[in-house]
């Protein structure tokens, strides 16, 4: 009908403009606002890339310090939201928790949830300042564990290793090179143009709903495993080949043979068909954070060799499958602590700016439109209704 074209996977259709992040998937170009992502990684922290990529520009010192300044001051969530928390199964699954809970944020949301720039702006920071207390309140929770208040003396990052981590009745010990792993891999995940989530946070922000329902379904799709669940697929499937026994040759063998429908989780990318680059800066972490901490290093030695033999076959090689972001991430995670529940979760706190800034961009294109595919109906042709006695 019309000219509707066909375009599974929106593989080659551009739903927007955007001017957030740039990717050269031939060349492993990733660039926040133009700054390329192994110096943000280097030289920069979350929240100051979280600022670049929400407005544009690199924050000056007096910028930088007014924003930190504004987002410690909402860490804290309503009194009332524990009660959330103590409402789910022990031991449920963070991911559900944290989109539950950034969607109640928007009944507690005071006046932030109206279209006006002063409301966007204060649900900006709402959402930046309260998504990882309501991560480490899920966490906890889901270890039955007391939840600590945040600790607006201590940095964005501390406050959530503190958080996660810590007991009310101890004093809670840093180690700064966890602290900056833990902040890299942030700031690695803050944007990625239109993937699986912010395609999703587009769409629903596109019918006018608030920006807390629009990245609350965003942590969803974020939740699947061939999108930000991949990091918990690739410790589970590192998992079972250790406990399977089988080498990792057979593994490989197994996903080439597409057996049961396995593939080589945290390998290949819509739009990479060289290695991340997010996947390069995380391999050097990983093998600097299982030096200091006790890491499943048997399981870092699979993933290396798993990589290894894969870069070696031509079943990769021609499809153009290497490590993505998720492929090593999770190793890092698990040596700071975190169980493989919570990776996505990680995830989803690292990709809050970026789903944020589309959003903002999206709504404040005066050309915006609803977002609405098409399709082609290839159901029954019309028939008439059979009464249900007549029915065989
Ligand atoms: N293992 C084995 N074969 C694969 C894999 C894999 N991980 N990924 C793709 N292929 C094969 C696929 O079977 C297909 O082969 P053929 O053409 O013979 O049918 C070919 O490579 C092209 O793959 P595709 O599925 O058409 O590619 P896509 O762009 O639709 O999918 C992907 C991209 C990331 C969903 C996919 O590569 C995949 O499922 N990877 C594993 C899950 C994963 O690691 N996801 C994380 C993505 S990175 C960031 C994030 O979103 O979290």
């Given at each position: ?8 996977g929106?593989?080659n ?14 060349k ?7 700054y ?16 670049l ?13 007014d924003?930190e ?21 022990r ?17 507690f949301?005071g ?15 709402r ?46 010990h840093?180690?700064?090179q966890i602290?900056?792993?833990l ?18 946070v587009?769409?629903?922000?596109s ?8 990245v609350?379904a ?23 080949i ?15 043979d ?5 593939k ?24 600097e ?9 048997d ?9 290894q ?15 993505n ?19 996505t ?13 589309q ?5 404040s ?6 977002g ?6 290839v ?12 029915r065989?």
């Amino acid at each position: 009908s019309g000219n509707v074209t066909f375009d599974p996977g929106f593989a080659n259709t551009a739903a927007c403009t955007s001017s957030i992040t740039y990717i050269d998937g031939d060349k492993g170009i990733l660039r926040y606002r133009g700054y390329p992502i192994e110096q943000l990684a280097e030289q920069s922290t979350f929240l100051e890339t979280a600022y670049l990529v929400i407005y544009g520009e690199l924050p000056t010192a007096a910028q930088l310090a007014d924003f930190e300044d504004r987002i410690r001051r909402k860490t804290m969530i309503d009194e009332a939201m524990r009660n959330l928390f103590h409402s789910f199964p022990r031991r449920s699954h963070p991911m559900p928790v944290l989109a539950a809970g950034i969607i109640a944020l928007s009944t507690f949301s005071g006046d932030s949830l109206g279209d006006s720039p002063a409301a966007i702006e204060k649900a900006t920071d709402r959402l930046i300042a309260k998504v990882p207390t309501l991560a480490a309140f899920g966490y906890k929770n889901s270890r039955g564990e007391p939840t600590l208040y945040p600790d607006n003396s201590l940095s964005y990052i501390q406050n959530f290793e503190r958080m996660s981590f810590g007991y009310p009745t101890e004093p809670y010990h840093f180690e700064p090179q966890i602290t900056r792993a833990l902040e890299v891999l942030l700031i690695l995940h803050a944007d990625h143009e239109q993937n699986c989530s912010t395609s999703t946070v587009r769409l629903v922000g596109s019918s006018g709903a608030n920006i807390y329902a629009s990245v609350a379904a965003g942590v969803n799709a974020l939740s699947g495993p061939l999108h930000g669940g991949a990091n918990q697929a690739v410790l589970e499937m590192l998992e079972q080949i250790k406990a399977s026994g089988i080498s990792v040759k057979e593994y490989i063998q197994q996903v080439k043979d597409r057996k049961a429908g396995i593939k080589l989780m945290g390998f290949g990318h819509r739009i990479y068909k060289n290695y991340d680059p997010r996947a390069s800066i995380i391999k050097k972490h990983a093998d600097e954070v299982l030096k200091l901490k006790e890491g499943r290093r048997d399981l870092l030695e699979i993933a290396q060799e798993l990589e290894q033999t894969a870069l070696a076959d031509d079943y990769f090689t021609e499809r153009k499958l290497y490590p993505n972001v998720d492929f090593y991430s999770g190793l890092i995670y698990e040596a700071m602590g975190f169980p493989k529940e919570m990776f996505t979760v990680l995830f989803a706190i690292g990709r809050l700016p970026g789903w944020i800034a589309q959003w903002r961009e999206m709504r404040s294109n005066p050309k915006n439109k609803i977002g609405r595919p098409r399709q082609i109906y290839v159901g029954n042709p019309e028939r008439a209704f059979v009464p249900i006695d007549e029915r065989r």
